[in-house]
Structure formats: C-alpha cells, structure tokens
C-alpha cells in the first residue's frame, strides 16, 4: 500500500486518530518533485550575510539589556512590566541565534560564535556548546524522532499532564544553569564520576530524557572549555555578588524571572515546532517535513514567537544550511513553483493557537 504525502499531511486530528496518523506517517514516501525543486530553487540563497546576522543580533541585544536596566531601575509597576516583556521579546530573539551557530559556516561570518557566546550565551546561561554537537543530531536522516534524537518526544502519542509539565519544568531553567555552572562544573573537575554525569545529562539543551551526549573532541572540546570556564566564572560571580550584597536581589530576581520567561516562551514554540506524532522509527526526508511546521506570512505574531527564520521549520529541516534571513525567500520561490498536491503546501499552519490545539487534543484522545 502507499499513500500520498499531501494527503496523509492535510488529514486532521478529526479525521483519523493520532495513533493511526502516527502509523501513515512512517509510510510516507518522498516526495521526489518538491525535493528537487527545494534543492534547484534555493542554491544561490546558502550564504549568511554578516551585515544581517551582526546588526540583528546587536540590536536585539542591546534592546534586551536596555530593558532589562528599565526594569529593574523604573519606579512605576507598569513601565516594569512593559520593559519586561520588551526585554524577554529582545532576548529572545537574540538567544535564537545560538540555532544559526549551530548551522552556520563560520567563515562566513568571522567572530560570530565568540560575539554570540560574550553577549548572550554566557550572560544567559546558554553557551553555544550545549547546542553545537547536539542540534545536528536531531537533523539526522536515520535520527530523527527515533530515541537517539536529544530533541524529540511523541508529544502527541503521551499523557496529557506530560504537556504543562514540559512548559513548567522551563521555568525553573535559570536555577538549573546556575547550580550546573557554579557548583557542578567545578566539582565535576575533581570528581571523574561527576563529571561524565555533568557530560552526559547536564551538558546540552535536550528534551528527550533518555538522551546521553558524547564528549566532544578536537576543535569542538575547546569552544567547550573555554565556554563553560566563562559561564561558570560568571555564574560564581552573579551569586557571590547577591550573596554579598554588591548585586540588589531585587535585580537578581528580576534578571531571573526575565530569563525564565524567555525559558517559557521558548518551550511554548518548541511544543509547536512539530507535530510530535512520530514513535520512534525512522522517517522518509518528506515524512520528517510533514512532522515539522511553518508558519508563513501574513501571519505577524510568529515573528514574535518564531523568531530568526524559526517560523519556517519544515523548511529549515529541508535547507538547515540556509541561513534565517534566506528562508523567506526560499519559501516565496517554493510556494509559488510547487503545485498545489505538492506536500510543500500541507506543512503550512496559521499560528500557535491551533497547532496547541490539535496537540493537546492529540494527547486527551491518545493519553487518556
């Protein structure tokens, strides 16, 4: 038996049963016409521009820090609240670029993962090696979705508590970092048991539970060292100044709630990121395209949510080499060759709210 992938990808939760959706997706063949056209399409769009990729991320940046000082220095409780949400917004999308390190040749553009590391990713807790080394695993033809998968769950095959669970556990993230960083990196120096745990499980931006990571090695080992040094002299610093009062824990716990907040936001989008209804066999290219998710213009919010070319996912899973300023127009070109069987068009969704929908659905029929 085989089925089409544009009509197994336009089939909705109402009309057959996730389990069953589950089953046809690892039967989904590739779609051979939209591959050849994502790769004929999109070959002069693979190179990152630094003029975007630096200008973008400084302003966001320095847009998030200049918020988060509004927020902590205002007096009225409103303008704390609006430069907070203001601050999690800029820091949020200026901490999606450790996605594009992740991907990027960094010839390309020079000095990126050291300015990305020094102005987000040690302040925030999130250096860039607990992404790098994982990330394109989960872009993995025979891994993706399988248990090897460090960013991957049957979301939608599970029981309905395992979805405000998931967004809860992100709130406490900013904790977690800080106890790794500043008590168990430097312990683990000297307790060789501690320290394959600290590698293992505490050492990369998974979801999957079962996910064990691999020391890393070569070039990879040193941006890790020199990485996790820098945000465990700094998380030692942050606590011995609120500890000693240099550091207000007014501040202290604002910045915390101000990166908790953009832990949140990001588990939110990543519940959305798939359809989370693979359980666990390897996938055909098209069958993992239709598992992921776009959310195309004219939609607006999703720039908010999906920031840094996240708002295309399903294509980032065809194209991970193409840098997020490129995606748009890889996508315009997609949409308007393809024809409209092509299964290009079924990984298309409108917003967040029903994607939540469909997927709390998913697991109060399948998890009950």
């Known amino acids: 038996m085989t089925f089409s992938p544009a009509k197994t990808a336009r089939e909705t939760a109402s009309d057959i049963g996730v389990a069953a959706r589950a089953e046809r997706l690892k ?11 994502v790769a004929e399409l999109t070959r002069d769009l693979g190179t990152a521009n630094p003029r975007i990729f630096w200008s973008d991320f400084l302003f966001s940046a320095a847009l998030g820090y200049a918020a988060l000082a509004v927020a902590i220095l205002a007096g009225p409780l409103w303008l704390k609240l609006v430069a907070a949400a203001v601050s999690v917004l800029a820091l949020y999308r200026a901490g999606g670029f450790i ?7 960094h010839s390309s553009v020079p000095g990126f993962r050291f300015g990305f590391n020094a102005v987000i990713g040690v302040p925030l807790l999130v250096p860039s090696y607990m992404y790098e080394g994982i990330h394109n695993l989960h872009h993995a033809r025979t891994r993706y979705g399988t248990d090897q998968d460090p960013e991957y769950l049957p979301l939608a095959l599970m029981k309905p508590w395992t979805l405000p669970v998931f967004i809860l556990v992100s709130i406490l993230a900013p904790f977690a970092l800080l106890f790794r960083n500043a008590v168990l990196a430097p312990l683990s120096l000297f307790i060789p048991p501690l320290r394959k745990l600290v590698v293992e499980r505490y050492s990369g931006l998974v979801i999957n539970p079962a996910f064990r990571r691999r020391p890393a090695e070569g070039e990879a080992r040193r941006n890790w060292i020199w990485q996790e040094t820098a945000a465990s002299i700094w998380s030692i610093a942050l606590l011995t100044g609120v500890f000693t009062g240099i550091i207000p824990l007014n501040a202290f716990l604002i910045f915390l709630g101000i990166v908790s907040a953009v832990a949140v936001l990001n588990q939110i989008r990543t519940l959305v ?4 209804e693979n359980d666990g066999e ?5 069958a993992q395209f239709l598992d992921s998710v776009n959310v195309p213009p004219p939609g607006l919010l999703p720039a908010l949510w999906a920031p840094v070319g996240l708002r295309y996912h399903a294509l980032h899973h065809l194209l991970p080499s193409v840098p997020y300023h490129a995606l748009g127009e890889a996508h315009r070109r997609l949409s308007a060759e393809l024809a409209p069987d092509s299964a ?3 990984a298309s969704y409108k917003g967040l709210p029903g994607l939540a929908f469909r997927l709390a659905r998913s697991t109060m029929v399948r998890g009950a």
């Open 27 to 37: 039967r989904v063949p590739d779609d051979k016409a939209m591959l050849r056209a």
């Open 344 to 346: 290009y068009h079924s």
């Open 273 to 276: 990121a798939h359809l989370w």
């Open 99 to 105: 996605h594009e390190v992740t991907h990027m040749k």
């Open 282 to 286: 390897p996938l055909s290219v098209t």
